[in-house]
């Protein structure tokens, strides 16, 4: 009996070739052949349970900051939620590693306090506000949305946050501005793989103003019941649901108002595969992969992709 083990959430093995990452990761692969299979061998004999509570310990002092929200019920979704510790070992942050599994290890240097985030362009009240200032005031709530990856693999997720529309109400964007470009933290003392000088960092990200003012899209500073673990793009980041998450930037310290239409990390380094709208779209297969269907991580299950992730009610107009 003692023999018989039950595997963990994050044991579970994954199968799935990564995608977003090949880009980079085929052109590191050259350059660090050989390397790459000892460093694979020592990690496979990694103790599971060790693990496990590396990891608890990792994420108890964000989940001892909980947050008071109210759920807001107009968002819930019919799929299950994802584990919490699935969510939290499977993450895109590049500026930490590109590999999904570890970056929860590699964000110990994170300092996510004092934060500010400054909005300015074309706005009549540009302002600088810190963020605990920020949750202070804006009308923070618990949806659960469907989230879905570019690389086709998917989860639901409770985050907590506020509708960005709430914060740009506040700054009053002028007539010209059109879209909002929004940027990521650049310390690369805290984020080793912003040394890696064959990426453009800062990460960047922009919306249309019409799609940053649509009431799905939320500013999110918390995830099931607490803050954001820095994993998750602490202490605040973009969640557009009904986009690939590429679009969703973590740990966002601008937010501008442009009436020029903003470049994109991922549009600059592969311009083919990744666009700016990134609608997700179950008929239109990214260059290398199909995205008819999407894996739900932690389940094994494969689901059918959803058009707009299943918010076309809210969104389908914005594209007319
Ligand atoms: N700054 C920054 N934001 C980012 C990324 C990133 O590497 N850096 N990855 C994006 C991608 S590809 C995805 S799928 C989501 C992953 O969010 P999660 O780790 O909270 O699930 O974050 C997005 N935001
Ligand atoms: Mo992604």
Known sequence: MAYIKVPKAWEIPENQVTT??????????????????????????TNACAQGSALEKQLEPFRSQTLDAKKNENFTVERQITDEIVAATYNNYYEFTTSKSTVWKRVEKFKTRPWEIEVSGLVEKPMTLDIDDLIKQMPIEERIYRFRCVEAWAMVVPWIGFPMKAL?????????????????????????????????????????LAEAMNDLTLLTVGIYGHVLPP???APIRLIVPWKYGFKSIKSVVSIELTDKKPRTFWNTLAPREYDFEANVNPNV????????????????????????????????HLYK
Do not use: C
């Open 168 to 208: 740009l109400e506040r700054v009053q964007p002028k007539a010209e501005a059109k879209y909002v470009r929004m940027l990521t933290f650049l310390d690369p003392e805290m984020a080793p793989q912003q040394n890696d000088f064959r990426l453009p960092w800062p990460y960047y990200e922009g919306l249309t």
């Open 20 to 45: 977003e990452s090949d880009y980079i990761d085929r052109r590191k692969f050259i350059k660090n052949l050989g390397l790459g299979s000892a460093g694979a061998l020592l990690f496979s004999s």
């Open 231 to 233: 994993q998750h793009g």
């Open 285 to 316: 297969p990214h260059p290398r992969w199909s995205q008819a269907s999407e894996r739900m991580i932690g389940t094994g299950k494969r689901l059918p992709t959803l058009i707009y992730n299943g918010y076309g009610e809210a969104v389908a």
